[in-house]
């Protein structure tokens, strides 16, 4: 049997993917698509600020701003290094298929570059989610992680659902199954925007940026009694 990953999809998610194919559809009739290289860019820039922000990356949208057009920051150089691979690893998008490990790992490189040793591959030890000094989640061992990625690429590559919820469900399973050392959190979001590009899905990554509630993780739920990771983290 095909792998398929644990998740529900209730009346509410219909209605909500419902309500965003609706606010697509007016946008587009009203120009939206036009959108100038300026506006993308600017789009692009709150995008990246946003899905850093919620790794604790302390930079503002003017700072982000100023740190792609090459001006000095006072900032730590390490959170600048995350703006300046972010950007590159957005600017790939349209070159990448969401669903080629190949092209996953490139983008785990081009994220974390010069931040982690082993950027660009999969991890090769175990690894655990604490709080407090107390185990929340133990990730499943570096042995299965290959095997697990390839399970759940093939499963996006031919997914029977909304490309909304298929890219939900994918930064639900990719956070926990935990591939990578570090970054699995910002190539979730990525790879999120990437897998729903054939759509032109608003990226998730601004609702969140904007909602500093807590955001669900898979690990404290039940993953068998779970719907979706962030209840489909729809904007406004």
Known sequence: MSYQPPYTITPRILQQVADIVELLTRWG???????????????????????????NNSLSVEQVTAVLAGKRVLGLPHEIQEVRNAFAAYEQLPHWQAHSKVDLLAAHGLLMAGLV?????????????????????????????????????????????????????????????????????????????SGSLCWRIYPLNRSLGRDKRPITKPWQMPRRLSNLCCKLCIMP
């Open 29 to 55: 009739l009203a120009g939206g698509k036009a959108m100038s290289p300026q506006l993308r860019r600017n789009h692009r820039i709150r995008t990246i600020q946003a899905s850093l922000a919620i790794e």
């Open 117 to 193: 040793d082993d950027a660009g591959s999969f991890r090769a030890g175990g690894v655990g989610i604490y709080k407090q000094q107390h185990v929340v989640h133990m990730a499943p061992p570096a042995s299965r992680v290959d095997a697990l990625m390839a399970d759940l690429l093939a499963w996006l590559a031919s997914a029977a659902v909304h490309p909304l919820i298929a890219s939900c469900v994918f930064d639900y399973e990719c956070e926990f199954i935990h591939p990578f050392t570090d970054g699995n959190g910002r190539l979730g979001r990525l790879w999120q925007t």
